[in-house]
Each structure stands twice: as structure tokens, then as C-alpha cells.
Nanobody, 118 residues
Framework: QVQLVESGGGLVQPGGSLKLSCEASGLIFSPYDMGWYRQAPGQEREKVAGMNRDGSTIYLDSVKGRFTISRDNAKNTAFLQMNALKPEDTAVYYC????????????WGKGILVTVSS
């Protein structure tokens, strides 16, 4: 059974940093596209960052220059380094894995809360 387990969330003040991790089990990670979505209260889920199997990346415009996605295929783990956090970054962040990200998400993590507040 495939599981994606996020960690690293929590409460941080504006301007602070967090690093999210997503460890996948039950699949070989390297052939998959992966990344992160988030969903803020009252908002639609949006794609924050993605990294395809070839290493290409895409970022939500509002996080460019602040967030960095990476992956460690040997550990089946994805990361999202978040710097210069803003209150509007507050959301539940979901890790995803896709066989073909252009088609859709195959596996979701359960989500982890990031709260940016003073």
C-alpha cells in the first residue's frame, strides 16, 4: 500500500522558514513526478511546486524565489524548503506523487499544517 507521510510543518512567524519532508513507501520513487499542493481555509487546493522525474521544476508564481523543491530518490523523499514565509502561505500542505503529472495525481499524503502567524 502506497503511503506518503509529510513532516516538518508547524507554526512559524512571518519571514521564517520551514522545511517539509514527504517520505513515500510502497513504491519506487524515482520514476514518478512529485511535488506539493496546498489548501488554505476557504480556498481551492493549488499546486505549489512540482518536480518531474527529469528534475524539471515548476512553482506557483507567489512562491517563486522563496520555496525550493527537491527530492532524494535514494530515500524516496521529497522536500519543500520554504523561506520568507508569509501569512498567506498558511495552509495544509499535501505531498503528491504522479505517474504522469500532466494527467493528475495518483497518490496523496494526508497533509500537514503550516501556519504563518505572529
Amino acid at each position: 500500500q502506497v503511503q506518503l507521510v509529510e513532516s516538518g510543518g508547524g507554526l512559524v512567524q512571518p519571514g521564517g522558514s520551514l522545511k517539509l519532508s514527504c517520505e513515500a513507501s510502497g513504491l519506487i520513487f524515482s520514476p514518478y513526478d512529485m511535488g506539493w499542493y496546498r489548501q488554505a481555509p476557504g480556498q481551492e487546493r493549488e499546486k505549489v511546486a512540482g518536480m518531474n522525474r527529469d528534475g524539471s521544476t515548476i512553482y506557483l508564481d507567489s512562491v517563486k524565489g522563496r520555496f525550493t523543491i527537491s527530492r532524494d530518490n535514494a530515500k524516496n523523499t521529497a522536500f519543500l524548503q520554504m523561506n520568507a514565509l508569509k501569512p498567506e502561505d498558511t495552509a495544509v500542505y499535501y505531498c503528491y506523487v504522479s505517474r504522469f503529472s500532466a494527467i493528475g495525481v495518483d497518490y496523496w499524503g494526508k497533509g500537514i499544517l503550516v501556519t504563518v502567524s505572529s
